[in-house]
């Protein structure tokens, strides 16, 4: 039976509950993070695991709660055991982890009312999250007529539950166009990312990404991955590496496009809006950094101290 980690407890998952009159299920004010696990690739470590950027993300739940007004319940420290607990009760080693903040006293109060802030640790088994086929044969994207959110009436540096309302209905009007995912661009008509991922195009043996002073969520796999291609120009051929405003039709000319975030990891994009992008599948750049991170995460390439927190036999 899977198990669930809620206000420091750890239960069956089927006896958690929240309150039909729950403030944020009415109003949006709520606080999450995606989070992963990934079994070592490394030989003789085959029983353990490890979180990857555990600290990273508490630190930008943090963040995302101070910035709502969210007084965690919780340290970083007990958010990160809960973690690891969660992942071990349900017997996971390739886990996908879903912390989440909420405001639920049982009662329907106004917009101002502050009720009691909760906080669960769901954990589940979650593969490619644009499907194998996306992975590696690349995927099929189309630009969105809704918007991301201006950064005057945008909280982008958060993960707020509320805030991902254009990105479901963007997405989900992608899929029954027969499109795997959509991207959004902002009201000047720049490309700022997918519906749940930061978005990378490579022009010319230039690197681009939108800069963190866009209306986008600065991924830490986007950071991840900027890190890579920095220690990897040499190899990847790269002579630029840039965080700049992407226009629609500049995507679209594009010698490559992928898209990274901590559910899609490093996915090829092989066509936008029906215009075939490169070769139609994924390019040379996209699949060496697309190993170099599956080799960080796995343990098989090194990475910083403090990336990776394992657990099994070797946990610490």
């Not at 006896?15 to 009415?26: D, Y």
């Amino acid at each position: 039976m899977p198990s669930i980690w809620i206000d420091g407890q750890l239960i069956p998952l089927e006896e958690a509950r929240v309150s039909v009159l729950s403030h944020t299920l009415h109003y949006g004010v709520g606080v999450f993070e995606g989070i992963r696990s990934y079994a070592s690739g490394i030989e003789g470590e085959e029983d353990t695991a490890a979180i990857f950027r555990l600290d990273d993300h508490l630190r930008r739940l943090e963040d995302s709660a101070h910035i709502c007004h969210l007084p965690l319940p919780f340290s970083r420290e007990q958010i990160a055991e809960a973690c690891v607990e969660v992942l071990q009760a349900n017997d996971l080693q390739n886990g996908y982890l879903r912390p989440v903040v909420w405001q639920d006293d049982g009662t329907l109060g106004g917009l101002g009312s502050m009720p009691t802030v909760h906080l669960a640790v769901a954990a589940q088994n979650w593969g490619a999250y644009l499907g194998d086929d996306g992975l590696h044969k690349g995927i099929s994207v189309r630009v969105s007529a809704y918007r991301r959110g201006g950064l005057g009436s945008f909280m982008s540096r958060a993960k707020i539950n509320g805030q991902y309302v254009a990105s479901t209905l963007a997405k989900r009007e992608a899929l029954a166009m027969g499109y795997d995912e959509a991207l959004l661009m902002d009201d000047h008509g720049h490309v700022c990312e997918g519906s749940g991922e930061n978005l990378f195009m490579i022009r010319d043996n230039v690197l681009m990404t939108p800069p963190a002073s866009a209306a986008i969520l600065p991924g830490l796999t986007r950071d991840t991955v900027l890190r890579l291609a920095y220690r990897m120009r040499e190899d990847l051929g790269l002579r630029e590496i840039t965080e700049s405003f992407i226009a629609r039709d500049a995507l679209m000319v594009a010698d490559e496009v992928f898209l990274t975030g901590t559910a899609a990891e490093v996915t090829p994009v092989r066509e936008v809006d029906n215009r075939v992008i490169g070769g139609g599948k994924a390019g040379p750049v996209t699949s060496k950094l697309q190993d170099a991170f599956f080799g960080v995460v796995r343990g098989t390439v090194d990475a910083p101290k403090g990336w990776r927190t394992t657990f099994g036999s070797v946990a610490h």
